[in-house]
């Protein structure tokens, strides 16, 4: 898989104070001393209920690969204080994650809030290290991957979906990132061909503006000539022929020739030519109901006559209901009044600076694409995973807080997730790893978050863990993790 | 250049209907006609008077090596729909930005809303094919790059501003971007060692609070004597010389010492046998006022007494302004008390989610380190760099939208900057790149942009272009673009 063979993150891709702390922890040899750090958020973002943990795959790939070249070492020296030891080096050079042990939720699991998602245990100098790199990874994954789910819920799960965003993400591999986890988050395609090739998510895209205004006149069509898609016939006239429906439909329309802008029409028809079988313009260059329906329908018309099918419309501006429902109309007319059923089933592509909000707003449309407020998470552009120490050779430790939200829940822990009869997930429990887990069938008292210490019993039907060891070893665990 | 080596964004990364449009002109042989595209935003970000144009560079490295490789060619046939003339597939194969002229403001220009920051002219399929790239790599770049101007201005210019938002943008190429454009708009420091290391960036950083929470006593500390500077005497213990200094700083300061976290202790020595010279721990793991600045004068106190010189602290929640000022008074009744000049000189470092606005409140800090607001541009996460067609075979393109604001400006354009006698820039002139450019000493006839069409008549007393010549025949022109 191409995307395994990049070496995607360099060890240095880190904060400096990592390095400096490492090397406080060599120089007291405390390096190799045993630590377990809690990944976790504090809040789910959006003001939502849930969140998707993501990046899990990208983290198993950074642990296997991570190693420090001659350069990053010498790169080091050049930058930490003069009076490190240069034995230190020597030690950074000899690293790698074979002692480190992962345990982490599955990529995608639906989370909440304040519950240990990764496990990262190891040798103190090492786990630290990794921090801020494990960070980043999971951070804008997850937070782009919970985004889009809540699109897919406000899109409901017939729509189709489709990441658009790549052009207004935090550069190249921002956008990347963005195509693959809303991919996992519930959309169906992407624009970006990149995102494709590396992870084999569906692409889609057919025209911009600029291709439609690149268009003046009809002589500019070339060829001019197309032929039926049985080929039993020579090639006709293209040209003429559209011209004719097209009179046929501003007379069925009421609509005025004189408005109709011919190198829309010539857009049009040099696109269908090139792909009769895969005809979808935009048609708000100029004015949909004055130009763009005019001219796509003449054009499907043409196509429907030759035997191909057009595909739909898109529409990037302007109140998307409204003209959604307008196209319909104009859809469904063609077909009741020239009696061409391919009509009925033309769809209706939308993509006006789309938000989750606004989403509802564009029922009419059967694909939604969505770009900004999708890849930069508008709402709110972080998330804010921490990495805290929860145990050193042992024994339990915490960060104390005058904040007392955040303040760090101390030792190791495990996380169950309970099942009730009906097989549905209820509720995830937090414990420390030495008590014994929660049994099917058995009452479980338990302190629910933010209930004040108020004791709950339950009873789960069937009791899952809800992290598995996916690294330890220097090698990948549980090989299915990697697909994604 | 490590960062020039690596192919960074491949010619993949853009929208499919970038192709598709692209077929579309070369089945119609239309591909080569001379094509011109104006980039230019409409509004500036953060409800600003200016920005920051960024990501030229990066661009320019993506036009040099903007070719396909055999695999890119054939992931493409299998995306594209299955009726594209296989002889477009070769027409790609041998596709380069040979004869793509581009003209752009430097890197870091401040720029205005509206005006076209890059002409993107040669053969009308290929400079299509750009769009996307194009755009990805100049939009969060000169968000970013905008907002840590914004910052520095707020900061005023004495003060030192660090990046350190690594771990909460979009991944590691996210975070890579931002360290390098925040340097760009006014940035001194980053924590992020890999962009050290690619753009020679000052690179800083010293402890987390998982460093001095790993810590629980001072049996620890190791090794647990010290030398002085100047290597005269034999090392000294350590451990009894810090709590003699403790002992005398609680008293100086009437604090309790059953209240002060020996771990902390133990942590601050630790880092401080390790980087004598480099003291500057985070201050706030438990409490400030009852533990941490008193651990901090103890061990700064014994830097002193051996000749080195302690740096200063971090402080990372809390009220920033109220802790920071407290501070100044502990260090200074310090230097009075124990005639410890030094501590005139510490510095503090404070971090703690710090915005825009909240940075006014962290004046008595010397250096300000911002993470998540910085990055992720919070008050408005994207900008809208368009890029339109303005030309096509030397005939005017023009897109005219039903939403006045969402139309082009049709025609080649130049951009001046005009010169008042004091040396100050007091205007940019968009006109025809056929109009003859305005003269010093002229009068010059223009129309301010939301003006209503009323002109002003203004005199230059020098005239700049605005953007230059940067990339043609395949070549990087202007090798000074490059250096940043």
Redesign the interface.
Known sequence: QPWENMA???P??????????A???W????HDEH?V?DLFFRDNPFGGGFSLFAGVH?CLLFLRSFRFADE?VE??RS?M????DPAFFQFLRCLDCSGVTLHSVPEGTVVFARVPLMEVAGP?AVV?LL???L???V???SL?CTNAARFRLAAGPKRKLLE?G?????????????SRYTHIGGFDLT????A??LFGIP?????????V??F?SLE???PQTLSAVNGEHNPVDIISLTKGWLSRVCDLLGAEPGKIHEGELAAFL??A??????FLPVI?????GCSGILNFCAVALVLCELGYRPVGVRLD??DLCKQSLDVHRVFRLCSEQFSIPAFDSLIIVGTNNISEESLAETFPCHVVGVG?HL????KQ?????V???VE?RG?P???????PE?S?VPGRKAVYRLIDPEGHPFLDVVCLAVESPPEAGLPLSCYPLGCNHTALSVTPARVTCLRQEVFSKGQVRMGRSLKH
């Open positions: 995607r993150v360099p240095l891709l880190t904060d400096l104070y990592q390095f400096t702390m090397y406080a922890y120089r007291a040899g405390r630590a750090f990208d990053d790169f080091l930058v204080p003069p009076d490190t103190l630290q921090e801020t790199s960070l980043c990874l951070n804008y994954a782009v658009m790549l052009r207004r993400a935090q550069g190249p591999d921002g956008g990347l990132t963005a624009s970006n061909v990149q494709g090739f692409v889609a895209g057919t025209m911009a503006h600029s291709y205004t690149s003046t500019e069509v070339w040099s696109y030519i090139a792909y009769p079988q895969n708000d260059s100029y004015s949909v501006s302007g900004t890849v930069t998470c508008t552009p972080s998330l804010g995973c990495y805290k120490l050193v024994r430790r915490m960060k104390v807080s005058e904040d955040k760090t």
